[in-house]
């Protein structure tokens, strides 16, 4: 966060409704609660998402991606995922020890 911060990025988090307090705290633009269906529906399209939790939440953030934005996610990317906005790049992400 503080580097995409330092190159002038907004930076938004995806949290737990119940874990917006704590975001708020990490100085972060907007914290949005990614276990609202209703709530992720209005989001604004972004440029990226890293997405960490997988599963049918990144099926509805794929969709709040603009055509020419990018997709991060370091779980399983649920089957049929790519159609809900198939002009975004689509990547598996991860960390390895070295």
Do not use: W
């Not at 633009?29 to 972004?46: K, P, R």
């Amino acid at each position: 966060m503080h580097t995409a911060k330092k190159i002038g990025a907004q930076v938004i988090a995806g949290v737990r409704g119940k874990e917006g307090n704590d975001a708020r705290c990490l100085g972060v633009s907007e914290v949005h609660a990614i276990d609202d269906d209703q709530a992720i529906e209005n989001y604004a399209l972004v440029d990226a998402i890293p997405d960490t939790d997988g599963g049918e939440v990144a099926v509805k953030l794929i969709g709040r991606v603009t055509q020419t934005g990018s997709f991060g996610y370091t779980a399983v990317l649920p089957e049929g995922a790519t159609a809900k906005n198939p002009t975004v790049k689509i990547t598996c992400v991860g960390v390895r020890a070295r």
